[in-house]
Every structure is written in C-alpha cells, then in structure tokens.
C-alpha cells in the first residue's frame, strides 16, 4: 500500500457530501471510488468530488481493487449488511454512527472484521476534534479530581416527515439512535465503563420512534450521567462534567472548538481554551483511521471495538425500557 490511503464512499446521502468534504484537506487521502444505488446518483456526486470510480451498486464498490478502505454512509438499518459486504471484499471499513440496529448486528460485523483481518471503526467522529482529545487529557491529569456527575444533552428540531430516516421506524428513525447514541458515547469516554444500572424513559411519536429519550445511568462508585437527546426539540447542545476538584463545560459540546475548566488554579472566570480544527472536522476521524491502517491496526484505541458492543448494548436497553422495537428486529 501506497502512503496515500485510497477510500470509496458507500452511499452519496448528506453524511457522504460532509466527509467528502472533510476528507479534501488531507493531502494523504484520495476520493477514489463512490457507490450508490443509482448510476445517476453516483456519477453526481463523482463529478462534485472528483471521483474517478462510480459505481452502480454497493457490491461493485466493495469489489473495486483500486479502494483500500470504505466509508459506509447509510442509514443504521444497513449498516450491517454494508459493512460485511466491504469487509468480505477484504476492505478495512469505517461505519457511520449508530454502528448498528442493536448488540447483536454489532457483534455480527464486528467478528466478520476479525475474520478477514481488517480495520473496523465506528465513525464517532466528535471523539476525534481537538476540545475531546483536551477532556481526556485533563481527565487523565486528575485535575477536576473524581468524576462524579457529568449532564449532557443533544436535541434539535426537525420538520415531520414520517417517510424520511429520522421519523421512519423501518429506517431505524429515534432520536436515541441518530442523536443520543452520541450522548452515550460521551458518557463512556468519560466514566471509561459501562453504567450498572440504567434508568430511562422515552417518549414515542406518530410514527411509532422516539421523539425525545433521557437516560440516567449510574456507575460502580455511585458516579451519574443525565442524558437528554431529542428530534422535535432544539437543545442547548451542551455538555458538564463535574468533579471533586472542579468542573468543565462545554458550550457546544459534540461539534465545538472551546471548553471552559474550573478548579483551584483557574479563578471564577474558569479558564477557557480554544482549541480550533482543519476542515469541517469529518477529516479528524478520518486522519485517525488512515494512521491506524498505515500501523497495521486492526482498531482504533479511541473508539475500540468491544465499547463499541457495549455501547450499543446500552442503547438496546434504553430502547427495551422505553417499548421501542424496530420492525426488522
Ligand atoms: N457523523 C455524523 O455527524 C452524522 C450526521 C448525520 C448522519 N449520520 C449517520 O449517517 C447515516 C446516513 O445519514 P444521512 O443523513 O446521510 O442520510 P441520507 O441523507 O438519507 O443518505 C443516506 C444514503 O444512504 C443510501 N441509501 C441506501 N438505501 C437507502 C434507503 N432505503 N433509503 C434512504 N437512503 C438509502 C442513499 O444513497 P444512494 O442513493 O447513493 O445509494 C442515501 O443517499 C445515518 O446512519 C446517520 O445516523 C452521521
């Protein structure tokens, strides 16, 4: 393999567009290869993006010699299928978020990555941005003490439309698994463990998905994360955490550049850092994962494999509580 990492883009939907995006200011990526179900759709976004290969259909995507690694940018529902398809085709793969429908998809596509020895990566892409690697650092340093309660929340609101993937259950609509999922994420970055004990509710529309969920979650020591995730509410989209020494919060938590950290040191302004990132951000995730293919890795460290089943075990429960089931489970 070349320095350059050769990637095709599965699916040419709005996540597609951004990453392709994103993946433009990485000298060390090439666009080479786009799949969509319609010839139309693909030889569009190749013209937009400056993609030599396009592909009508996933398989002749999957297939191409030309591609080392395969974004896959469907809805959740496909995920699954797509992936294992790539992976089969001996691609490393990055799958957008939610990585699956449930726990067992997720072990599924995971154990086919295992067997043909690629890379596998949930495409949580905020871990990636600057203001998230400085919360792990400062959490590493001890320099708010003992985590003890964090609260975050990512809602917005969108328009009713019953067909499209948000709303639609056959698509896998919820704001659980399109906008809270990353709100879990958060909280097992932070704690670094599954919660022992979920307490949640969610409230189900028209069309059968949830249209707005919170979630308690309380971990071993008796720590806590209060969540709130919705699709037909906007939110403040903000995140804290608070320790036994001091606290940190984030204005605009999952897409942000500043973060402001209270302690001993910092004065009751806190002190606040700006942390700005290349790109639309999507390039982070991407960097990250061309790092770990160049190493021979087979996961990323910041977004492994097995808190990947574990988180979507997590959200499987928070559905269970809440009564929503998708059709196709
Ligand atoms: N990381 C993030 O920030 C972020 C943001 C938004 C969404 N996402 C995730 O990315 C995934 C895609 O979201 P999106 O907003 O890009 O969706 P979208 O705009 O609806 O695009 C999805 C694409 O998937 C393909 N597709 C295949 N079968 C489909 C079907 N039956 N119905 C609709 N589309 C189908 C289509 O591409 P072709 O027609 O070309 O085959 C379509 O353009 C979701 O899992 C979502 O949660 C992530």
């Known amino acids: 393999m070349s320095d350059t990492i050769r990637w095709g883009i599965l699916g040419t939907g709005s996540i597609a567009h951004k990453f392709a995006t994103g993946l433009a200011v990485l000298p060390d990526a090439a666009l080479v290869a786009v799949g969509s179900r319609r010839q139309k759709a693909a030889d569009a976004f190749g013209d937009e993006f400056d993609v030599p290969n396009r592909h009508a259909g996933y398989e002749a995507l999957a297939a191409d ?20 398809l790539c992976l089969d085709h001996g ?12 726990a067992h998809e997720t072990r599924q596509m995971i154990a086919e990555a ?29 320099r708010i003490g003992e985590v003890k309660l964090m609260q975050v929340d990512f809602g917005f609101r969108a328009g009713l439309k019953p067909e499209a993937r948000l709303f639609n259950p056959a698509l896998g609509g919820g704001a659980l698994l399109d906008v809270g999922s ?4 958060l909280a097992a970055m932070v704690f670094g463990q599954p919660p022992a004990k979920i307490t949640s509710t969610m409230q189900l529309g028209e069309t059968g998905v949830d249209e707005q969920t919170a979630m308690l979650f309380t971990y071993d020591q008796g ?20 320790g036994t020494e001091g606290r940190i919060h984030f204005p605009s938590w999952w897409n942000g550049t500043t973060l402001t950290v209270w302690d001993k040191s910092s004065g009751a302004e806190g002190e606040t850092m700006t942390l700005p990132f290349e790109g639309n951000g999507y390039n982070c995730e991407a960097q990250a994962v061309m790092e770990c293919i160049r190493a021979g890795k087979l996961e990323s460290e910041v977004m492994p494999l097995d808190e990947t089943i574990q988180l979507m075990e997590t959200l499987d429960t928070v559905r269970a509580q809440g009564g929503l089931r998708y059709p196709m489970e």
């Open 91 to 102: 691609k490393h793969v990055l799958c957008e978020k939610p990585f699956a429908i449930n």
């Open 114 to 142: 295992r067997r043909n020895h690629r890379f596998l990566m949930a495409a949580v892409w905020t871990r990636f941005l600057p203001t998230m690697v400085k919360l792990r650092e400062i959490l590493a340093s001890g």
């Open 182 to 185: 990353y709100t879990v994420q």
């Open 223 to 242: 720590q806590m994360a209060q969540l709130a995730c919705a699709i037909r509410t906007s939110t403040s989209q903000e995140a804290s955490i608070f």
């Open 65 to 84: 010699p030309d591609v080392d690694v395969v974004y896959v940018a469907t809805p959740h529902v496909f995920h699954c299928d797509n992936t294992v």
